[in-house]
């Protein structure tokens, strides 16, 4: 009986730190990810993409992965994104190195900026929550639309996107 429970305890301490060692691998270095998270971002929005700022991830609660400094230049409009929080469920972090197989709890956009020609559409904040590709989620935001011939015009919103 001592030997089994002996053979049990190496057992959980050898897979506890079998699952460290891997959840240290996928996390140490987020930057690895850029280029599955621009073709991601441009095979969904069909938009290419460029990640200028670091990858970083923030461990608890919940384990989210931010990216910053995002830019894009599509049918004459600019985009310049401060910074995206893709709040992640672990479990599927760990089970996946596959970005597309990531279950995505919450999305969040921070200060993007969209010109098209001279007028301004500022978006300080989008949130996506329960997100999933193609699907409906609910959200909240606020957005600051600027046309260059007119006053600035505020939005405040929340529902399903």
């Known amino acids: 009986m001592l030997r089994f429970i002996g053979w049990l305890l190496t057992l959980i301490i050898g897979l506890t730190l079998a699952l ?14 850029k280029p599955q998270l621009t073709a991601l971002i441009e095979q969904q929005t069909g938009v290419p993409v460029s990640i200028d700022g670091d990858l970083q991830w923030r461990l608890f ?29 672990l479990r599927s972090v760990i089970a996946n ?11 969040q956009l921070d200060n ?9 559409t500022r978006i300080e904040y989008l949130k996506l929550n329960d997100f999933a590709f193609n699907q409906a989620s609910p ?23």
């Open 20 to 33: 460290a060692a891997g959840a240290y691998y996928l996390l140490s270095d987020p930057n690895k990810l």
């Open 61 to 89: 609660p919940p384990l989210t992965l931010r990216a910053e400094q995002i830019s894009a230049s599509h049918e004459g409009s600019d985009y310049a994104l401060a910074t995206l929080n893709l709040d992640l469920d």
């Open 97 to 107: 190195q596959d970005l597309n197989q990531w279950q995505i709890r919450s999305l």
């Open 112 to 120: 993007l900026i969209m010109r098209t020609g001279t007028d301004e």
């Open 139 to 161: 959200f909240e935001t606020r957005v600051n639309y600027q046309p260059s011939d007119a006053e600035n015009i505020p939005l405040d919103a929340r529902g399903k996107l």
